[in-house]
């Protein structure tokens, strides 16, 4: 089955810095590949998300690109702002959706 | 948009005990329904995948006989954990595809299960 692993699990970077976080999976069936984040007790929110025929998608400050070749697909947060600050997942489907262990983002004032 | 209602939003239960949590798709057909379950700090783990009226598919390591996953209708799912243990106390959460192409998915607010 499908297996997606994510790094780093914790980053920590200055207000109005770059974030990064970064993903790789195993099953080159999968096609689509979300982006969640999720604040302490409550429901993942999807805040990007690609599909296989698609290299990168830009929403605003928020950027996703995919590697197919190479399994590899990454989160990008341009000039983070404190609200940023939350557990993001990334996951990768065929057809189940299957996370990523999440990474704790901390932005620093 | 599509909407999952997961009901209870938090229960306490005593050891031995069962607990039903549901889940309702409001406003569109939920063929398919994905329970997760999330430990404090962790990520979400699937645990079994649900279609209306067919047995459940469980991942490997859930115990069928102690998840019940029950999806009699286009429109609810639901997941009974048996004789729960202090153990089982975690996050629950559903999940159906709800976009176009079945590329958006729908989670269900969540169910904080604690026991005691």
């Known amino acids: 089955g499908e297996n997606v692993e994510q790094h780093p699990s914790t980053l920590s970077v200055q207000e109005g810095d770059s974030a990064v976080i970064k993903c790789t999976y195993s099953d080159s069936a999968s096609n689509y590949f979300p982006w969640y984040k999720q604040e302490l007790g409550k429901r993942p929110q999807l805040i990007i998300d690609?599909?296989?025929?698609?290299g990168e998608k830009k929403d605003q400050r928020i950027a996703v690109t995919l590697n197919k070749t190479a399994k590899h697909f990454s989160l990008h947060i341009t000039e983070t702002q404190p609200e940023d600050s939350a557990v993001y997942f990334c996951?990768?489907?065929?057809?189940?959706?299957?996370f990523g262990k999440g990474t704790r983002l901390h932005i620093l004032p | 948009g599509a909407v999952v209602s997961q009901h209870p939003s938090w229960v306490i239960c005593k050891s031995g005990t069962s607990v039903k949590i549901e889940c309702r798709s409001l406003d569109f057909q939920a063929t398919t329904m994905f329970w997760y379950r999330q430990f404090p700090k962790q990520s979400l783990m699937l645990m079994a995948t649900?279609?209306?009226?067919?047995?459940?598919?469980?991942e490997q390591g859930v115990e069928k006989d102690k998840f019940l996953i029950n999806h009699a209708s286009l429109t609810l799912s639901t997941l009974t954990v048996t004789s729960a243990h202090p153990e089982d106390s975690s996050f629950y959460i559903c999940?159906?595809?709800?976009?176009?192409?079945?590329?958006?998915?729908?989670f269900g607010s969540g169910t904080r299960l604690t026991v005691v």
């Open positions: 996951a990768a489907r065929d057809d189940k959706i299957i």
């Open positions: 649900s279609n209306e009226g067919s047995k459940a598919t469980y």
């Open positions: 690609i599909r296989s025929n698609v």
């Open positions: 999940s159906a595809p709800s976009g176009t192409g079945h590329y958006g998915y729908t």
